[in-house]
T-cell receptor
Framework: KAGVTQTPRYLIKTRGQQVTLSCSPISGHRSVSWYQQTPGQGLQFLFEYFSETQRNKGNFPGRFSGRQFSNSRSEMNVSTLELGDSALYLC?????????????FGPGTRLTVL | GESVGLHLPTLSVQEGDNSIINCAYSNSASDYFIWYKQESGKGPQFIIDIRSNMDKRQGQRVTVLLNKTVKHLSLQIAATQPGDSAVYFCAENGNNRLAFGKGNQVVVIP
């Protein structure tokens, strides 16, 4: 079974731009979560989608948004980029179910904002 | 809000020795805890988990201990190998989301 894939792997943007990151979960997984990882703050939860609905949300500003498609693939968007948005963005998927299950992480997208 | 933290930022261990990584958590309502390993350039990889109704769980060369009284979690790695060099994160599940610690670098000295 293929693992979680994320595209692109690396991205360089400038302040004020917007960016869209993509995540393809493991086949059959319907829950997709997004995390931001920085040296200073560590891994921070952004949001979780399950069956195309946002089920949970972290404490990030509205510039961070996401969505999930009917095939469970997910995208996250960051608008009006700031320098502090430079980070590794990780996506994780988990198997179907209403409660928490083991999450499988992708390799991440390294975003650099100049 | 919940927070998860690690006591030691870096642990250097001789190959073959045992490693112990500690983690404190603050959300007493958390019911599920996980240890992840992250190697350079990769996403976190699941190592072992434990539910709040247990105090010990063993895997292959790894043991997780949970002390709910003091809200403390530890990961023990037996016979540490060079491939164990990585950053280790503890995470707790509370409010149906994962909260991660800052991470603890483990360096294995051959």
């Amino acid at each position: 079974k293929a693992g979680v894939t994320q595209t692109p792997r690396y991205l360089i943007k400038t302040r004020g731009q917007q960016v869209t990151l993509s995540c393809s979960p493991i086949s059959g997984h319907r829950s997709v979560s997004w995390y931001q990882q920085t040296p200073g703050q560590g891994l921070q939860f952004l949001f979780e989608y399950f069956s195309e609905t946002q089920r949970n949300k972290g404490n990030f500003p509205g510039r961070f948004s996401g969505r999930q498609f009917s095939n469970s693939r997910s995208e996250m968007n960051v608008s009006t980029l700031e320098l502090g948005d430079s980070a590794l963005y990780l996506c994780a998927s988990s198997s179907p179910g209403p409660s928490y299950n083991e999450q499988f992480f992708g390799p991440g997208t390294r975003l650099t904002v100049l | 809000g919940e927070s998860v933290g690690l006591h030691l930022p870096t642990l250097s261990v001789q190959e073959g020795d045992n490693s112990i990584i500690n983690c404190a958590y603050s959300n007493s309502a958390s019911d599920y805890f996980i240890w992840y390993k992250q190697e350079s350039g990769k996403g976190p990889q699941f190592i072992i988990d434990i539910r709040s109704n247990m105090d010990k769980r063993q895997g292959q060369r790894v043991t997780v201990l949970l002390n709910k009284t003091v809200k403390h979690l530890s990961l023990q790695i037996a016979a540490t190998q060079p491939g164990d060099s990585a950053v280790y994160f503890c995470a707790e599940n509370g409010n149906n989301r994962l909260a991660f610690g800052k991470g603890n670098q483990v360096v294995v000295i051959p």
